[in-house]
Every structure is written in structure tokens, then in C-alpha cells.
């Protein structure tokens, strides 16, 4: 269906809810490729949040094509696979079937009971080897005779899903020409209830999932798209006209929040301690955030009321569980006091027990063991909304689930009263086997998954370098940096090699206190708390004792030796916040422990750092944070200290020229070889990977072999 351009103006004008995405030149670009016509549709779909929330619904088409062993034409049914998302979908995310195969199933399925083993059956069906597994979804697309099919889940809809009298409300808001099926878990069966609503209700354009979600289609990609935005724009127009007619939203403000820069202070202060808290099981990363739509439903009367019911999409559910931990603290108080430490360690421990509570209410004789008994969503009145997963992009995806959740129940109370799932289903969903099987399959987690690393000096040289590892490793990272042009470049390129879920950054000079703890409330807003400190940021001065200035002293004491001190005693306060130990990790210099000439400024400011190492790693052993120290020699690849003077300095008082250098220290090593940053990179991996777990107060030196430097 072609679209013309003065068309596609008044179709964007018509819409206020959703946004109208639909480029004709990009769609006539496809020419006769309906696969990447659907596959661009569910990219434009998946595009509007307001549309479906990451990785929810899927999106299918229908089409002739050639079986490859008799070249006959035959039917085959493209749909996004298992666990992907339709706003970054490829057509490697996608399963094709044969549609005949697929309908012919229900001719062995053996009822309800017995449905969850028809997913396996699915793989009998499969028309491109190089599919995506199918997912659990298949058949409700398989079963509609659509060529093109939408399944999302919308606020909107979800909304009118999710009310009492949803069911009465769809048939009146859409003339009956929406059908509505009840609830009922998604598989096989799920899928013959939606073919039995379009044989009992023919010339209708959609079905709404109770509780759920909704089903649209078209006979074009194009037309599918359009009767999807329609629908929903249509319930939320039919919301907003709703919203404070018949009471007040969510029963009207019940408290006032603090001013802004107030709630991100209180937390920063709160979030280690809820992370220690959270992270009892298995340790997690946090996510904060007080938008609006937040504020407004934990600032409210029916907060007491509503929370505790939890969500209704199982989508939201599986991510958020099953209801959030409110907390009962003022939003003023002081969280570090110990009366709110000992109220929070009680409201932990009874959601703790609530939940195994849950779970032994509602298990099954197969059931898998229970998981992690703690809160993801956890709602503090007045301040803000914090989550709490095994990775950034979970937990914020968590969290983001937690809002779609609040416009339902938004919705649904505006409109009618709002229905969570019932105990039993939401249990039902989430210790699925099929989905714990999922879970199994998920791949190992790297060595510093679930850390969080702060690391000064991580613009450039070394300090990137270990950066960089940390986050191969599977780390998030908060790159701190004196040079603003250095970090933005660092940001960039760690933004596209892990993600923005993967990397925060922070302007830090740290010889400044104050920016010593903004960089570290910007790691506990962004992720939670600190695991491991790295103290990387530093410079080198080359001279004669004759030739060096008091101010050339105090520098390299300051930037040295204070800033160590000051970043591991800001360090050390999160993560005795959060009771899960910790790294710090120093990057001194082999001139900590080897006397040469033109050195005595920087060579006494390394011997201090190596030696406040250990004492710190005498006195922090009691909380399980090791400290230890990785001792470069000569690293003149990629390190910015060699840049300057420092080579020019380190060349005379070797009567070499700088060019000679790096041969020069090559040669006096025992291993006769070059250091890089990456070598110190791996040096720090090495303590703080796990295998090292039990050493603190050590030295490692990567320095190619300097026995002047043995410490033993």
C-alpha cells in the first residue's frame, strides 16, 4: 500500500499518543523483500516505548517461498525468536517455520498439561536452519491467518487489560471489534484460544490479552502498522480523558518529594547500602531514578495499596518479581544513622521471608529451588526508584518495566480498579520450566561481572588500558579523568565497545576533595556503589636534587601520595556501606624500591604510595578489602608521562637519547622485553580476577625483571 506524502503528513498530524515512523522511500527501498519489510516495521514499532517495552511481544509475517529439497512453493511464517528485541531486530534474530508443519501440531497436542513440550516440537518445523530458536510465542502468530501480525504491550492497552471490567470496557471503547481472551499463561494452548476468538468473532482487527497485551494485523506490513498505532492511540486517548474524572490520580499526593539535587544526594548516600543489602544472595547492580511518572505513584495515597499487588504483563513481572520492597523511612532522614541501618536490615529480611513464603505457597513437586529471595524494584516516598540485577542493562531494563507497570496501574484505576496477576499465575510464570531452562542456557558470567570499578588517569595510557580490561572482563567502569578532551574520547570509545549501560565518567583532579566525592557519588548513582578503586592518575618529574623545586614536590605528593589517600578513604566508605569487601589496586613505580639519580621527588612519592598500600592492607583485612600494589618499570608505550619532560629527564640521566630509551630498558630487564599498558592492565586483572582473592599487601612488579626491585 503506497502512501503519499501529503498521507503520510496527516497520518503523523492524527497522532498525539504514538509516534508515526513510517518512511515510504525506506519502505519502497525493500522492493519485493516482505522478510525486510517486517523486520523494518518491527523496528519502528519497537522504536516507541510507548508501544512495547524492551524486548516484549514479537512481530511476524507470512510468505510464499521455495522449499529447498523440492522447490515447490510453500508457506512460511517468519517471527522474532526467542529473547530478542524488536527494536534492534535483524533477520538473524528471527525464526522461520513451515506454516503447514506448525498447524499440523495441534493434531498431536495432548491438552494444557501437556503443553510445554510442544516448544520442542517447534524445532521440527523449522524452514531456515539458521534460525533463532523459536519462541514460546510461535503459535499464536501461527494460528492467526494473517500475513502480517503484531504482538505488543502497550501502557495503553495493558491498562484496559489489567482492569476489572477490561473486558466490558474493550468491547464498548472498540465497537466489538476487538475480541477479548481472559488470561491465560502464553504457549501452544494460548494460541488455539486466539484462532477460536477470530472464528467467533469474525471482521474483527484485533484481541486484547487479559492482563496482558494486544494482537493486531494487517494484509500489509504497512497496514498492520497502522492498525496498531490506531488501537493505540485510540485507548490512550481513551485514558487521558479518564485520568482524575473520577478521583484524583493514584488518590492524590499523600507527600511532597525533596527538591532534585536533594533526592540525588540522599541517593547517593542510600544506594551501598541498599546494594549490600540487595546483594545477600548474589551481587547486584543498581539503577536509580526519579522521573515524574515515579514520583507521582510513590509520593500517593494508593502507593500502600497498589504496590503490594504487583504487575499483570508477564513480561513486567519476570523482570520486576513480585512486588517491590517499600521503604519506610522519611525522605529526609538520615540514612546513615544507625536506627535507619537497623529499620532497613529488618524491611530486608521480611521481604526476604515474604517471598520464601510465596514460593512455599506456590511451588510445585517440579518446581525449580527458589532464587534470589530480595527485592529488585525498591520504592523510597519522596525520593526516587531504585533497581537492582545481576548487569546494568537488566537493571535498568528493570526498572523501565517498573514504569510500564505504573502507567497500567495509572490506567487501570482511572478507568476501572486494577488487577494484578494472581498469586499462583505469577508464580506459575516465573519458575516456568521452560523459563529456568532459558536461564540455564544463559552464557558463564565473566570473572568481574556484577563489579563496579572507578579508575583515575583512565583518559589515556595505563589508566585506560586497565579500564579497558575491567570491562573485557565484564566490569562496569567509571572513567575519571583531569583532561576533559581525553575523557570524552575514552567515553566514546568505551560507549561503543561496551555499551552506555557499561561506562560512567567523571572530570577529576585529584588532588580536589570535592571532586574525589562527586566521582564517587556519580559511581553510586550510576551503578550502585564501588568494588574496586583503581589509583592510576599521576605524573612524573626527572630531576637532579639541585634542580628540584619545593613546588615540584609538593606536586608529586599531592598528586601521588594525598590523592591515593584521599580516593582509597572515599573508596573504602562505600564499600563498608555495602559489606562486600572490596580491591583497591595502587600502580606505583619500580622506583618505589630502586634508588637511581634524578629522582628524588618521584621516587619518594612512589616509595610513600607502595608503602601507605600496606598499611591500608593492615588495617582494612577486617572488611575483606585487599589492597595491593602493581609496580610498572618503563612503560613508554601508550603512557602520556612519557610525553614530556619526564623521557627527556630519564634519557640525560642515562646519557642516551630518547629515541634509545625503550631498547635501553629492554636490555636491562631479565626477560629483555618492552612493557606496555596493557601489561600493567594485566597486572591488575591478576589481583582483583578472583584467583587472588586471598592475597592483600602484595607487590607485583611488571617491569620485564629488575632484580634491584625484588621484594624478596
Not at 509475517?61 to 512453493?73: E, S
Not at 521481604?351 to 525498591?378: L, Q, T, W
Not at 595502587?586 to 639519580?597: C, R
Not at 600496606?614 to 600494589?629: M, S, T, W
Request: include cysteine; glycine fraction near 8%; hydrophobic fraction near 40%.
Amino acid at each position: 500500500m503506497e502512501v503519499s506524502e501529503s498521507q503520510k503528513h496527516q497520518k503523523k498530524a492524527s497522532y498525539k499518543y504514538v509516534n508515526y515512523l513510517w518512511d515510504e522511500e525506506k519502505a519502497k527501498s525493500f522492493g519485493n523483500d516482505e522478510v525486510g519489510l517486517f523486520i523494518y516495521r518491527s523496528n519502528l514499532l519497537g522504536a516507541d516505548l510507548r508501544l512495547t517495552n524492551y524486548a516484549g511481544g514479537n512481530t511476524s509475517c507470512k510468505i510464499k517461498d521455495k522449499d529447498p529439497l523440492t522447490g515447490q512453493l510453500v508457506d512460511v511464517m517468519w517471527v522474532k525468536g526467542s529473547g530478542g528485541d524488536i527494536g534492534t531486530l535483524k533477520k538473524s534474530g528471527c525464526a522461520a517455520l513451515y506454516l503447514e508443519r506448525l498447524h499440523n501440531l495441534k493434531k498431536i497436542y495432548r491438552g494444557l498439561q501437556f503443553e510445554d513440550e510442544m516448544v520442542e516440537l517447534f524445532n521440527h518445523c523449522i524452514y531456515d536452519l539458521g534460525s533463532k530458536a523459536p519462541s514460546i510465542d510461535t503459535p499464536l502468530h501461527a494460528f492467526l491467518p494473517f500475513a502480517h501480525v503484531d504482538h505488543l504491550h502497550p501502557d495503553a492497552l495493558i491498562a484496559i487489560a489489567a482492569a476489572k471490567d477490561g473486558e466490558k470496557i474493550t468491547k464498548e471503547l472498540f465497537e466489538g471489534k476487538l475480541a477479548w481472551v481472559g488470561w491465560q499463561k502464553p504457549g501452544f494452548d494460548l494460541g488455539l484460544q486466539l484462532e477460536k476468538a477470530l472464528a467467533e468473532n469474525p471482521g474483527i482487527t484485533g484481541i486484547v490479552l487479559g492482563g496482558h497485551g494486544l494482537f493486531t494485523w494487517g494484509d500489509t506490513s504497512y497496514e498492520s502498522y497502522i492498525n496498531t498505532l490506531n488501537t493505540i492511540e485510540k485507548a490512550s486517548e481513551y485514558l487521558e480523558a479518564n485520568y482524575g474524572k473520577k478521583r484524583a490520580v493514584f488518590g492524590g499526593v499523600k507527600l511532597q518529594s525533596l527538591d532534585a539535587d536533594k533526592r540525588k544526594e540522599q541517593a547517593s548516600q542510600l544506594l551501598p547500602t541498599l546494594r549490600g543489602l540487595a546483594s545477600s544472595y548474589n551481587r547486584m547492580i543498581g539503577h536509580f531514578t526519579d522521573d515524574a511518572r515515579v514520583l507521582e505513584f510513590i509520593n500517593s495515597h494508593d502507593l500502600a495499596v497498589l504496590g503490594p499487588k504487583g504487575t499483570s504483563c508477564p513480561d513486567h513481572f519476570l523482570r520486576t518479581k513480585i512486588s517491590p520492597l517499600i521503604l519506610d523511612i522519611a525522605p529526609d532522614a538520615d540514612v546513615n544513622s544507625p536506627e535507619v541501618l537497623e529499620k532497613l536490615n529488618k524491611q530486608f529480611a521480611t521481604y526476604r521471608e515474604g517471598y520464601k513464603a510465596y514460593y512455599d505457597r506456590c511451588k510445585h513437586d517440579n518446581s525449580p529451588a527458589m532464587r534470589d529471595p530480595n527485592p529488585v524494584i525498591i520504592l523510597y516516598p519522596g525520593v526516587g526508584m531504585f533497581a537492582f540485577s545481576k548487569d546494568k542493562q537488566t537493571t535498568r531494563v528493570s526498572s523501565e518495566f517498573y514504569i510500564n507497570a505504573i502507567n497500567v496501574m495509572k490506567g487501570a484505576e482511572a478507568i476501572s480498579t486494577y488487577q494484578g496477576l494472581p498469586e499462583q499465575e505469577a508464580f506459575n510464570i516465573e519458575y516456568w520450566l521452560l523459563e529456568e531452562a532459558k536461564l540455564q542456557r544463559m552464557p558463564k558470567e565473566k570473572p568481574l561481572s556484577r563489579k563496579i570499578a572507578i579508575i583515575t588517569g583512565a583518559g589515556g595510557g595505563i589508566g585506560k588500558a586497565i579500564a579497558k580490561k575491567l570491562a573485557d572482563e565484564g566490569a562496569v567502569v567509571v572513567l575519571t579523568d583531569l583532561n576533559p578532551q581525553f575523557l570524552e574520547e575514552a567515553k566514546v570509545e568505551f560507549e561503543k565497545l561496551y555499551t552506555k549501560d557499561g561506562v560512567a565518567t567523571a572530570i577529576l583532579d585529584v588532588t580536589k576533595g570535592d571532586q574525589i566525592t562527586e566521582a564517587f557519588k556519580t559511581a553510586t548513582l550510576a551503578f550502585g556503589g564501588v568494588d574496586i578503586v583503581v589509583n592510576c592518575a599521576g605524573l612524573a618529574i626527572s630531576k637532579p636534587l639541585d634542580e628540584t623545586t619545593e613546588q615540584d614536590w609538593d606536586l608529586l605528593q599531592n598528586v601521588l601520595v594525598k590523592a591515593q589517600f584521599q580516593m582509597s578513604k572515599a573508596g573504602v566508605a562505600v564499600m563498608r556501606k555495602q559489606k562486600l569487601g572490596g580491591d583497591i589496586s595502587n600502580i606505583a613505580s619500580k622506583n618505589g624500591l630502586v634508588s637511581g639519580p634524578n629522582n628524588v621527588a618521584y621516587g619518594t612519592s612512589k616509595a610513600a604510595q607502595i608503602h601507605m598500600s600496606r598499611l591500608l592492607a593492615a588495617e582494612l583485612g577486617k572488611d575483606k578489602i585487599r589492597v595491593n600494589v602493581v609496580n610498572p618499570d618503563a612503560v613508554i608505550g601508550g603512557s602520556k608521562i612519557w610525553e614530556g619532560a619526564w623521557a627527556e629527564g630519564r634519557a640525560k640521566a642515562y646519557n642516551i637519547t630518547v629515541a634509545e630509551l625503550p631498547a635501553y630498558y629492554a636490555s636491562r630487564t631479565l626477560l629483555n622485553e618492552i612493557i606496555s599498558a596493557e601489561d600493567i592492565a594485566n597486572g591488575v586483572f591478576a589481583f582483583v580476577g578472583g584467583h587472588l582473592s586471598k592475597s592483600t599487601g602484595n607487590i607485583m612488579n611488571v617491569d620485564g625483571g629488575v632484580a634491584a626491585s625484588f621484594v624478596r
